[in-house]
């Protein structure tokens, strides 16, 4: 019974293995865009999924205890809550961690080159509009994929 509680490594061990794999994790995530989960093909989605179980083995080393588990539960916890402060007090490390809104409509104009550096389509682009309620790039101002994955619209009538 005791095996369950006893720590195969010392406990920094797993704070370092933790932190060393969220921020590598995080950075990965990063490069691959903006896209929210629900916004997510089908690759990329199966490509999250692999990278959790990947790196699991990198964080517990091996060791299978529920201290050690929990103290993975928890360095993840605080790194997270710490990053969250970090991008609330810092414009440079929110724009490091979470990256930049990108124009993708200007006065119903697609922007191609946005477009491909964020890796979408033009279909995938009007499938974003149509979930806004437009049917027309025409109709659009302005249309900005935001760093969160969300796609803000302001319609030329509206301005008016």
Same mark, same amino acid.
């Given at each position: 019974?005791?095996?369950?509680?006893?720590?195969?490594?010392?406990?920094?061990?797993?704070?370092?293995?933790?932190?060393?794999?969220?921020?590598?994790?995080?950075?990965?995530?990063?490069?691959?865009?903006?896209?929210?989960?629900?916004?997510?093909?089908?690759?990329?989605?199966?490509?999250?999924?692999?990278?959790?179980?990947? #790196?699991?083995?990198?964080?517990?080393?091996?060791?299978?205890?529920?201290?050690?588990?929990?103290?993975?539960?928890? #360095?993840?916890?605080?790194?997270?809550?710490?990053?969250?402060? /970090?991008?609330?007090?810092?414009?440079?490390?929110?724009?490091?961690?979470?990256?930049?809104?990108?124009?993708?409509?200007?006065?119903?104009?697609?922007?191609?080159? $946005?477009?491909?550096?964020?890796?979408?389509?033009? $279909?995938? /682009?009007?499938?974003?509009?149509? $979930?806004?309620?437009?049917?027309?790039?025409?109709? #659009?101002?302005?249309?900005?994929?935001?760093?969160?994955?969300?796609?803000? #619209?302001?319609?030329?009538?509206?301005?008016?």
């Amino acid at each position: 019974m005791s095996a369950l509680w006893t720590l195969s490594f010392p406990w920094w061990h797993f704070v370092l293995r933790a932190s060393v794999v969220y921020v590598a994790v995080l950075l990965l995530l990063r490069l691959g865009g903006k896209r929210q989960i629900g916004q997510m093909g089908a690759g990329e989605f199966v490509a999250i999924l692999l990278i959790s179980n990947a #790196v699991q083995n990198a964080m517990n080393g091996g060791d299978n205890s529920i201290t050690g588990g929990m103290i993975l539960a928890s #360095v993840l916890v605080v790194l997270s809550v710490l990053f969250a402060y /970090l991008t609330y007090k810092s414009k440079r490390m929110s724009t490091l961690i979470e990256g930049r809104p990108t124009i993708l409509v200007h006065n119903g104009e697609i922007l191609h080159t $946005h477009l491909e550096k964020e890796l979408l389509n033009p $279909h995938e /682009l009007r499938i974003m509009l149509r $979930h806004q309620g437009i049917h027309d790039p025409a109709e #659009v101002a302005e249309a900005v994929l935001e760093s969160d994955g969300q796609l803000s #619209v302001i319609k030329k009538s509206e301005l008016r």
